[in-house]
């Protein structure tokens, strides 16, 4: 059964790292990679963040930009309790949603080549479009 969340913006960066954290830091680790505060403190004011929220629980962060050509999902976070019940296919449906809007027809993330999520991208309709050092750089229209 799917889970519908609650979907609004946040400024809490807190909160955002720290999830980020929380379910990357053993990818990080197995690709012996280290995480950057700095570079993170940069990048999110560069960045649309959302949280997800159940019952007045954080339990999920969406972050998003875009250029011209697409939307980009920077981090999809999703506390490991609340996994696997549809808040990644909610927050994925907002996105695309948001760029419809915006007359944006393609949404672009990317994600590490390990990661199980691909699973749930390409349930979603993701494509990867390329792969390099790791990654899959993935890809779908805008429905």
């Known amino acids: 059964m799917d889970i519908t ?3 609004r913006p946040t400024n809490d960066k807190a909160f955002a790292e ?19 505060t700095a570079l ?3 990048q999110w004011g560069e960045l649309d963040s959302y949280e997800l929220v159940i019952n ?14 697409a939307y980009y999902i920077r981090e999809l976070q999703i506390a490991p309790l609340w996994q696997r019940q549809g808040l990644g296919s909610a927050a994925i449906r907002y996105t695309n949603e948001i760029a419809q809007q915006s007359g944006i027809r393609l ?13 749930l991208y390409e349930r979603m309709g993701f494509r990867v479009r390329k792969t390099e050092g790791g990654t899959h750089y993935m890809e779908r229209s805008v429905l």
């Open 18 to 36: 720290n999830i980020i954290l929380q379910n990357m830091s053993a990818y990080y680790k197995q690709l012996d990679m280290r995480w950057d």
């Open 40 to 42: 993170f403190d940069k």
């Open 5 to 7: 969340p609650i979907i």
């Open 107 to 119: 949404l672009r993330l990317r994600v590490f080549c390990i990661n199980p999520a691909i699973a």
């Open 56 to 69: 007045a629980s954080r339990v999920g962060l969406l972050c998003i930009n875009h250029d011209e050509n």
